[in-house]
């Protein structure tokens, strides 16, 4: 499961990757749609400062 | 839950979203911009140059939007010397861009535009019939609805809007750049030049920038092709490499994050009565990052033809066929040509860099244009030129 470690800085990279739509900014948080990520780990990989895990 | 109608609804307030609520204002529509964040212009995910003209083509500048002019252009190789290009061959600024972008939202404000901050859109909403009629956001933990005619969406390089219509925005990671930039004081440039460090050893599939602003203070950042990047090679570990080498006097004053979408324009950028402009449409020039004016210029196109769709809704289809045509022809055709010089440059080696660089440094340095340059490179390394005829005609 994707999560994000608290320091995100909400900057859109990784939705901008994202191909199942499941990331989302709200005005302070990563949403991330558990039920429509694939576990790509796209997002995780090009997250500009290591924000999201795998766990 | 509240319900308004409006003639045109901008999802996004960076320069692309500003200038369409600007040119739509100014002829005379009901105008809607909600911007997810805080504080106009603020944070600045950029290193905010831009070329002079270029930049004077389309706003009507103002004193205190010039953070530092700009009459040089210093590339420094992997081996750390640095290859001065032409003076004035090259002029620019770099911006203040959170002045720039609270200024510019003051005039569409004063034009008649409503701008709304702390608004987040999460959907479009759609008729019985699947046709949009307008935007759902979220604030303050709020839901509201907005209506409009036309939507346009500026929404940067998360680009969600659009993706929501049906249009394929995802991008592949070697279509991104992941970035970091540290806005540091402490730094006494010699030149009132732009710095890019060119080199894998820098960042790899993509360069760092040194750009100057006044009272000693930089924008230094560095993006990386997103197919390097990794939980362990982020681009903020290069940064933090690069400034420790490099600038280990300068305090830093800010850190800000953010993704260059650097593949080709999207192809279709209009659908329904939905438009895309800037990063959201994905018009960054692939081979520099620089997408400031083409998120103003396509915004300023889409804001003037969403007002003339407004009056005359039989002819949106044809107006919105002309958006994309103009866009094309601006530079969406010269993108696809840089797209592909772009794969020839980043295969260059360290040692390639380090060659050509040292080839340019024998030309005196008020010589030293475009075009003397390309001489010297094709004489040192003739398959160059046969990679770059590729790749403009595309095979
Ligand atoms: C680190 C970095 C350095 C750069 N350096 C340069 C440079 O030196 N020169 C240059 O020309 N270009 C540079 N660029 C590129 C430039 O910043 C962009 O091309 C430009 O900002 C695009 O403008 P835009 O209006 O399309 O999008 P943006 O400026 O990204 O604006 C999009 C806006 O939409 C808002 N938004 C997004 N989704 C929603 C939503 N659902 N609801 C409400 N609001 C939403 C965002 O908060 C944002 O304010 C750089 C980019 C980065 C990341
Ligand atoms: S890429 Fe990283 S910092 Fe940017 S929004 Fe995603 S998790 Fe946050
Ligand atoms: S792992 Fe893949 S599908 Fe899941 S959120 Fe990240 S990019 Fe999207």
Redesign the interface.
């Known amino acids: 499961m994707i999560i994000e470690l608290g320091h995100c800085?909400q900057?859109?990279?990784c939705?901008?990757?994202?191909?199942a739509?499941a990331l989302?900014?709200?005005?302070n948080a990563l949403l991330i749609d558990h039920e429509a990520c694939t576990e790509c780990l796209?997002c995780?990989?090009?997250?500009?400062?290591?924000a999201l895990?795998n766990k | 839950m509240m319900e308004q109608t409006w003639d045109i609804i901008i999802v996004g307030g960076g320069p692309g979203g500003l200038f369409a609520a600007l040119e739509a204002a100014r002829a005379g529509k009901k105008v809607l911009l909600l911007e997810?964040k805080?504080e106009m212009g603020v944070p600045v995910?950029c290193g905010e140059a831009v070329g002079k003209e270029d930049f004077a083509n389309y706003v009507e500048m103002e004193p205190r939007w010039i953070g530092a002019e700009i009459n040089t252009f210093i590339m420094v190789l992997p081996n750390g010397k640095e290859v001065m290009l032409k003076r004035d061959l090259y002029s620019g600024y770099v911006l203040n861009r959170d002045l720039f972008e609270y200024d510019v939202a003051a005039r569409a404000a004063d034009a008649g535009a409503t701008i709304k901050m702390?608004s987040?859109v999460?959907s479009l909403i759609r008729d019985a019939g699947g046709n949009i009629t307008g935007v759902r956001a979220?604030e303050?933990g709020r839901e509201r609805e907005y209506y409009a005619s036309v939507i346009i969406a500026a929404d940067?390089?998360?680009?969600?809007i659009a993706?929501q219509a049906g249009i394929a925005?995802?991008?592949?990671?070697q279509d991104?750049e992941?970035?970091?930039q540290a806005t540091v004081s402490g730094v006494s440039l010699p030149e009132q030049a732009l710095y890019l460090y060119v080199g894998t050893c820098y960042a790899p599939g993509g360069y760092a920038w040194v750009f100057p602003k006044a009272n000693n203070c930089a924008n230094i950042g560095l993006g990386i092709n997103?197919k390097y990047?990794?939980?362990n090679n982020?681009?903020?570990l290069y940064l933090d490499r690069f400034l420790e080498k490099h600038f280990p006097q300068a305090s830093v004053q800010r850190?800000?994050?953010?993704?260059v979408?650097v593949s080709m324009n999207l192809k279709t950028l209009a659908k329904d009565n939905l438009m895309i402009v800037g990063d959201a449409g994905r018009m960054v020039n692939p081979l520099n990052g620089g997408g400031i004016t083409h998120a103003i210029s396509s915004g300023k196109k889409a804001g003037k033809l969403a007002a003339t769709a407004c009056d005359s809704p039989n002819k949106m289809k044809d107006l919105f066929a002309r958006y994309e045509k103009e866009i094309a022809r601006e530079f969406g055709k010269n993108h696809e040509h840089q797209y592909r010089i772009k794969d020839v440059v980043y295969q260059l080696k360290d040692e390639d860099y380090d060659r050509i660089g040292d080839e340019i440094l024998k030309i005196d340095v008020s010589k030293r244009s475009f075009l003397t340059i390309f001489k010297h490179v094709v004489k040192h390394k003739p398959e160059f030129i046969i990679d770059v005829v590729k790749a403009y005609s595309g095979i």
């Open positions: 800085d900057c859109g990279t939705i901008s990757v994202c191909p739509d989302m900014l709200t005005e796209l995780v990989n090009i997250c500009p400062i290591a895990e | 997810r805080r995910r702390r987040n999460v979220m303050l940067g390089v998360e680009s969600r993706r925005t995802a991008l592949k990671p991104i992941p970035c970091v997103g990047s990794d939980k982020t681009a903020r850190y800000t994050t953010g993704g979408p």
